[in-house]
């Protein structure tokens, strides 16, 4: 500092060269602080990057469900796919005792399901205002008016089917007994896949990755654990067992294309606490019941029974952990900053 | 009404979190506790139901002639982040009350008398922006003070930014000015900066752009945010499908039953 003041009287030209000399000198300074690494500190490895993001902070909000919802998308696709068992089951007049308890289990759930779907709200007073709009581009608004057709008619047809039984019904309310029951179906149909939808058209990853596949998993999963708890009922029907079969089927082949796929969107499905959850939940829907059902072909009666309820026990289990593992898979894939900043084969390479 | 935005300018932003302050008085959003970090000076973390305006602080390498007057200090970045107000907004497609609307000057709003809390906006938001507060019950995010601006005023954020980092005007305006702006840093030796304006992406363009250093990911700037609805059309096909094996399915099994 006191240098230039000494100079001062030799000039202004000078005194611009001595600025000059004085910046590269604090240029060439600067050059050789940048040359040294910065001090590394161990332990506070966190820092925000290109490749980490800011401070591994997740890019996207994790999903904020309850439990409530894993257990509707269980109750739900029960409910429908055990409206579509009753519908077919009264058409075709094979079962008038199973499509009864198939008509009671579809309106039990079609009573739940709402009840948990209240209860998840934040404001569960204000879920009329799931009517305020029908908007088609929203899945949970289209689910809302769905579950309202399916639950009220499924239960108009429970109460008019169990009024035919024990009295008799005039022919109008015949006709609104099959209207009721034809649209339950119908709905029930959409209710038991629609979940997929939900959950597919949404941020998280590990969900929009599978959105083609999801619909047609938790249609799957709802059949089967409908026809699970029918057997499980005492129903020991041929038709129950070719649903038990042919889920069972399905959900192996899921199951199979979600190992196979190398997309890094996947991850949750397959490692940690997540992954556990799906792989359990996926050997019961699939692998495991059709195996016992494959050996009841040969086994004796009373063997063939026995090893259809333990199919049916472990197809409802299974069900139930699928829900669960997906809702879980979708909070972890939330926080894949990785995934969101550099897409998914970059992110696998940079794991890898 | 115009179609207002906000540019934030993070090579003009100095980390002083008025911008979060102003916001926080103005909409009356509840505290987020006194939680020490450890990220740096930043101890509000991310966007969410009681931060609306969020200042990310970014330490960077040594840089010559950036680190202030000590040429061994580190270079600081500074990013005031917010609701991208989406052209293609998620959260407004999710909503299933009609809670979230679209207002006269372009930006996104969810009315407090009608959300229910369903939380689908929140798994919608490509940006992680909007939340559910578990005590209040209901989703909340930057209201783009649409208050402020029905009155003619700037948004909170906006007027109290001592630097101008954070402009509000017209959307094209803005855009043009950010142009401008990158143009005189590049001729300045800035070679890094760009604009994240997610123009290009299923979005379409958002109402709040930025100007940063360096890769937008350092912070936590999605490169390809996407809009949920673009997974609609495999999911409801999927669906119809689904519900189609279900009947057929259901029916094979009780038509072949009866025949065995």
Sequence with gaps: MSEPRQQKSDGPTNLSDLREARLEEIRQHAQRAALQPAPKLDGLTLHASPETGYYEMPILKKPQWKSEIPLYFFCGGTAGASAVIAAIAGITGSDERLARDARALAAIGGIVSPALLIADLGMPSRFLNMFRVFKFQSPMSVGSWTLMAFSSNTAAAAFLSTWQQRFSLAKPFRILQTAAQLISALTGAVVSSYTGVLVGATAIPVWNQNAAILPLHFAASGMAAAGGLLELRGHNSPALNAIGLITSLGESAVGVSIELRKNHALKPLKSGSSGWLTRIGGFFSGPLPLILRLLSFGAASNRKKKLRKIAAASAVAGSLATRFAWTHAGSVSAKDTPLLLHGASNALAQKH | ?260
């Design chain 2, 1 to 260: 009404m115009t179609v207002t935005a906000f540019l934030t300018d993070s090579t003009l932003c100095i980390g002083c979190k008025a911008c979060e302050v102003a916001c926080k008085e103005w909409n009356q959003v509840p505290g987020d506790g006194f939680i020490w970090s450890g990220n740096s000076y930043d101890n509000t973390g991310a966007l969410g139901h009681s931060t609306w305006r969020h200042v990310k602080f970014v330490e960077n390498g040594v840089t010559p002639g950036l680190g202030g007057n000590s040429p061994e200090a580190f270079s600081w970045g500074f990013s005031s982040d917010v609701c991208k107000h989406c052209e293609n907004a998620g959260c407004l497609e999710a909503c299933p009350t009609g809670a979230i609307v679209r207002t006269e000057f372009g930006g996104v709003f969810v009315q407090p008398d009608v959300c229910n809390g369903c939380g689908y906006c929140v798994v919608a938001c490509p940006f992680g922006v909007i939340e559910k507060d578990e005590q209040d019950g209901r989703a909340f995010k930057c209201t783009f003070c649409y208050d402020r601006q029905r009155d003619g005023l700037h948004p909170a954020c906006a007027s109290v930014c001592p630097t101008e980092s954070i402009k509000f005007g017209n959307l094209d305006d803005l855009r043009a000015e950010a142009h401008g702006r990158i143009e005189k840093l590049k001729s300045m030796g800035f070679d890094d900066v760009q604009l994240y304006d997610p123009v290009d992406s299923s979005v379409a363009g958002t109402h709040a752009i930025f100007i940063v250093r360096g890769d937008p990911g350092t912070y936590n700037m999605p490169p390809k945010p996407e809009v949920p609805t673009i997974y609609l059309r495999k999911g409801w096909t999927s669906a119809a499908i689904a519900s189609g094996l279900m009947l057929a399915a259901t029916l094979f099994a009780f038509l072949g039953g009866r025949r065995a």
